[in-house]
């Protein structure tokens, strides 16, 4: 292995164990879905499948 892989590697987990208290934190504290929360993710997300479908068959 190369040396540049194994620092990768050592960068990696690092920033895993640095990061995950923090993550576990958000997740607790984070706000709860309400009722137009979820339409209000569809609908972009439809639109954006929608134009690149379109894009694909005016290839």
């Keep these: ?3 540049v892989k194994i620092f990768s590697a050592i ?3 690092g ?3 640095f990061l995950w208290p ?3 934190h958000w ?3 984070s706000p ?3 009722q137009g929360d979820w339409m209000a993710a569809i609908l972009p997300l439809a ?3 929608g134009f690149v479908a379109l ?3 005016m290839v």
Aim: aromatic residues 8%; proline residues 0%; positive net charge.
């Design 22 to 24: 923090r993550a576990k």
């Design 55 to 57: 894009l694909i068959m």
């Design 27 to 29: 997740m607790k504290n």
């Design 11 to 13: 960068l990696i987990v």
């Design 1 to 3: 292995m190369d040396w």
């Design 32 to 34: 709860k879905a309400e």
């Design 47 to 49: 639109a954006v499948v």
């Design 15 to 17: 920033w895993i164990i």
